[in-house]
């Protein structure tokens, strides 16, 4: 096994109910950027945790540089070379760049020292970033820079990243590609974790497709198609989302110069937003996380009230309407956030169908509610959107995350509104089960309802949208028609690359 | 090594088993606790749990049962709506204080009128009273913020405060020589809170009590109030994405309790007590906060709680005449229950796992 960096045989990893890694093998090779692709659930996230020490394996074994690897824990593996930027960053918001970078050292320098070496490492790789800056005020894609430039200061020799791009405007990716490839060159190896396959035929040398647990094949991206690796990865082919075409009908949804505080301190305030929908039309709004999407969902579905006439509901004004009213009038939301936001984690399905269903499907009479009925309704969502569980007795927070996901769109799908607005509505669903969801959207706006898609996964905007905009620090950009629009065009629009655009001029 | 592991669902079976098993380990705890005072374990741990139901003097000591037991059930029916949402009234004490004052002043401005309808504003009296005293934290929590927990908590020594002033000074006897403490409502039929059927310590605040279990029951089951409870409680994000309304429920909830927790008071005073004195609480304000918990903040537990407490507040009594154990150890006992209940709580969240330390 000479040459190899990192091998792993055999490794298999079981929790209760589920295997999530069974018999995976593939080896590393030094300087080789290696993609593990797979659908959500396929058992990636379990893989690169055990090799990072956070899992331990049930069976199987690594060799890292020709020496048997069995990392207890994060430090060891990080002791033997193996450094690991997470999808979720693990960052203090009230601290500065140096002084979270210093919280992840065993034995930190001063700060003063270690500022400049953060200045050092982020020249020398292209990573744009002042180490006294607060990070509560960096964007998502200077976030993620502290994260690999903590990870750089520890010279390693395999960098693992998860889904590193699913924050990335496209002009923060290819800074980041351009940053990998360095690294490459200069004997670094790369586990890159996506779904994205664009990315990987533009970055990797080799790809592992697993699928549901499994290693199902391996290819070499730049010669497979884009379509062929997505088979290995869903082991079927694709329903792609249709929709009959639709004459846009009446404005039924109307933000005015919408203006909100955000109520967190390093939330974004929504700065003048105006916008409008119409009956049968899909409107996609792209953003690199953490621009305002929150608040602007939370503003919509009467969490953050506003001035009356900054939100309009088919010709009535509802800015300053709470939560039960606006649900009444037909204005239906989806927060991004699954448990604890949309779904209540220790509470049944049925209860949980009741949180918003309980006026517009009629789930009580006088204030006293039908349990029947209600059980009958978490039951429908059930059965149309193919949420695997064993009833609606069972708790949301026994359900996997796309389980959930499905369960609560299609909670507010099922109400029939009049408007939906969703955020990030396939995020962590399998591709099968997103197209389902997807297809719901469109079959609402079919329908006449008005739909507003928040999401951060630009494919899947140009697939349901029919008009496209992006919000950055808080505000909305002009609204273009989404048909012909170029991925520089919609770089541009999400604001560029945050930060230094002449990194690799 | 021990760990403890999510469940992915809580127990149900356990969140039954482990108020039993609170009641085991606290009588084993105060066991070793009498032993180490110099008490025979047994025969205190006896004289406490067992000797009021079926020792040789049960047939004075039942009625106490209900007697006891009635004011927290009561007011601990009413605080578990409000710890449901996460509403931290622990001011219940002061409650029940102001709704007793309160009770007691119609019933003493009436005196010694003989009128059907004086008893029935007794009882809206106590109860206004203990509502308006749970609405001063609850106002300034809504309005400004403040912590409901410690603004409740503080206003039960003013309460104190301004019971010692009536017994000493507005409500004191005329015809009580100089002691301090008011008339003996027990002795004036129209306000007096008897027992309904003789001998079983059954009285209005009992059947009350009763009443108010089978409403609770209703309006956490079946009602979209009792469902927006404990939606709040459980996951207060969703609770407003749903639509619940905060400081509706705060007002709410520390209505109810406060009108409970006065109610009891009332009917205590006009009851068993009789009058208002300097020593007229003796904490059941703050006892039932663990009745509440101990019955899992479920209207039938907290029944059975209830009349659990009741029982070590009865053997207690026992306990300290017979084998001179000192009044803080039963305390003591009273708190375990309350401790050891919140530690093997962990259960029904989590199981234990026995693992192998990883050798690095």
């Known amino acids: 096994m000479t040459g190899k960096l990192l091998s792993i045989r055999g490794l298999t990893k079981a929790y209760p109910g589920v295997v999530a890694n069974s018999d995976v093998s593939f080896d590393i090779e030094p300087g080789e950027v290696h993609a593990l692709l797979g659908e959500n659930g396929a058992g990636k996230s379990t893989l690169v945790k055990m090799i990072y020490g956070l899992v331990k394996p049930d069976s199987g074994h690594m060799v890292l540089q020709g020496r048997e690897y069995t990392p207890a824990e994060p430090q060891a593996a990080r002791a033997a070379g193996v450094a690991m930027v997470f999808q979720h960053f693990s960052l203090f918001d009230a601290l500065n760049v140096a002084e979270n970078v210093a919280l992840g050292m065993a034995n930190p320098p001063k700060t003063s020292e270690l500022a400049a070496k953060i200045t050092d490492v982020s020249e020398q790789y292209g990573l744009p970033l002042d180490p006294w800056k607060i990070v509560g005020d960096l964007s998502a894609g200077e976030r993620q820079r502290v994260e690999i430039i903590r990870c750089l200061l520890q010279d390693p020799k395999l960098l693992i990243m998860d889904e590193p791009t699913s924050v990335l405007t496209p002009q923060e990716v290819e800074i980041l590609f351009a940053t990998l490839r360095k690294l490459k060159a200069e004997g670094t190896s790369i586990l890159y974790i996506s779904h994205k396959l664009e990315e990987i035929r533009a970055l990797c040398d080799e790809a592992t497709i697993l699928r549901l647990g499994k290693k199902v094949g391996t290819c070499v991206p730049r010669d497979t198609s884009a379509a062929q690796m997505a088979e290995l990865m869903v082991g079927s082919e694709l329903h792609r989302p249709e929709r009959a075409a639709t004459v846009p009908g009446a404005v039924r949804l109307a933000l005015r110069g919408l203006s909100v505080t955000s109520p967190g301190q390093f939330g974004t305030s929504l700065k003048d937003i105006s916008l409008e929908v119409r009956a049968g039309e899909v409107l996609g709004l792209a953003g690199v996380a953490g621009n305002g999407q929150d608040e602007l969902l939370a503003a919509l579905a009467g969490e953050i009230l506003a001035k009356p006439g900054m939100v309009v509901l088919d010709g009535a004004e509802i800015g300053a309407k709470g939560p039960g009213a606006r649900r009444k009038m037909g204005l239906l939301t989806a927060p991004e956030e699954r448990l604890g936001h949309a779904a209540a984690p220790n509470m049944s399905l049925t209860e949980n169908a009741l949180l918003t269903g309980a006026e517009r499907e009629a789930l009580m009479q006088n204030g006293f509610l039908k349990w029947g009925k209600a059980k009958s309704f978490a039951e429908a969502i059930i059965k149309r959107f193919d949420v695997r569980t064993p009833g609606p007795e069972t708790a949301a927070r026994a359900l996997s995350g796309g389980n959930l996901q499905k369960f609560v769109i299609g909670r507010e799908v099922m109400q029939r509104p009049d408007v939906l607005v969703v955020n990030q509505p396939t995020w962590g669903v399998d591709a099968s089960a997103a197209a389902v969801i997807r297809q719901a959207l469109l079959d609402l706006a079919v329908g006449g309802a008005a739909i507003v898609v928040i999401s951060q996964d630009l494919d899947e905007l140009m697939e349901v949208a029919d008009n496209f905009a992006a919000l950055n620090e808080g505000r909305l950009s002009e609204i273009r028609p989404a048909k012909g629009l170029s991925m520089e065009e919609i770089g541009l629009m999400m604001g560029g690359a945050h930060g230094l655009e002449v990194a690799h001029a | ?360």
């Open chain 2, 1 to 360: 090594m021990l760990t403890l592991e999510k469940r992915p669902q809580p127990s149900k079976a356990l969140s039954y088993i482990t108020p039993v098993l609170a009641v085991i380990v606290t009588m084993i705890a105060g066991g070793l606790l009498f032993a180490a005072l110099g008490k025979d374990p047994v025969v205190a741990i006896r004289t406490i749990f067992w000797e009021p139901l079926f020792g040789e003097f049960a047939s004075y000591y039942r009625p106490q049962l209900l007697v006891k037991g009635g004011p927290l059930i009561l007011i601990a029916l009413g605080l578990s709506l409000g710890f449901r949402a996460g509403i931290w009234n622990i001011g219940a004490e002061g409650q029940y204080i102001i709704g007793a004052i309160c009770g007691a002043g119609v019933a003493l401005a009436f005196y010694p009128l003989d009128a059907w309808y004086i008893f029935p504003l007794m009882v809206i009296a106590g109860a206004l009273g203990g509502w308006a005293w749970a609405m001063i934290p609850a106002i300034l929590k809504v309005k400004f913020g403040t912590n409901e927990i410690l603004v409740s908590l503080m206003l039960v020594y003013v309460a104190e405060q301004l019971l010692a002033s009536m017994a000493l000074g507005l409500m004191k006897n005329p015809e009580g020589y100089g002691f301090p403490g008011s008339r003996n409502l027990q002795q004036y039929p129209a306000a007096f809170n008897g027992e309904l059927i003789a001998g079983t310590g059954m009285h209005w605040g009992v059947a009350a009590a009763f009443i108010a279990a089978i409403f609770s029951y209703i309006l956490l089951n079946r009602h979209i109030l009792g469902f927006q409870i404990r939606l709040t409680g459980e996951a207060p994000r969703a609770a407003k994405f749903s639509g619940v309304k905060p400081a509706r429920l705060v007002l709410i909830c520390m209505g109810v309790a406060g009108a409970l927790a006065g109610m009891a008071g009332m009917f205590e005073v006009a009851g068993p007590s009789g009058q208002i004195t300097l020593s007229f609480n003796v904490g059941y304000g703050f006892t039932a906060i663990i009745v509440a918990f101990l019955g899992r903040l479920h209207p039938v537990g907290i029944i059975l709680a209830g009349l659990l407490m009741a029982l070590t507040y009865i053997g207690g009594d026992v306990a300290q005449s017979r084998l001179q154990l000192p009044a803080a150890a039963i305390q003591m006992v009273q708190g375990m229950l309350l401790f050891f209940l919140l530690a093997v709580d962990v259960l029904t969240n989590y199981r234990i796992k026995m693992t192998k330390r990883e050798v690095a």
